[in-house]
């Protein structure tokens, strides 16, 4: 089972890095795997999955 997917393409904000970014889906997080800044991601509220 795979917990987290690295997001291809996309550069750290923090520490500018590419492609060091993985999404947690589980905890509803985005974290950089070099310099371990976070961000929390939430579902649009009233959107229901197709």
């Known amino acids: 089972m795979i917990l ?3 997001l291809d ?3 750290c ?3 500018g890095v ?3 970014l993985w999404h947690d889906p589980v905890r ?3 974290e950089c795997r070099e ?3 976070t961000a ?3 579902p649009e ?3 229901e999955d197709s």
Do not use: M
């Open 40 to 42: 929390l991601t939430f």
């Open 9 to 11: 393409g996309l550069r």
């Open 45 to 47: 509220i009233g959107k």
């Open 18 to 20: 590419l492609n060091a």
């Open 4 to 6: 987290a997917y690295l």
């Open 28 to 30: 509803g997080l985005i």
């Open 13 to 15: 904000s923090g520490c």
């Open 35 to 37: 310099c371990g800044q």
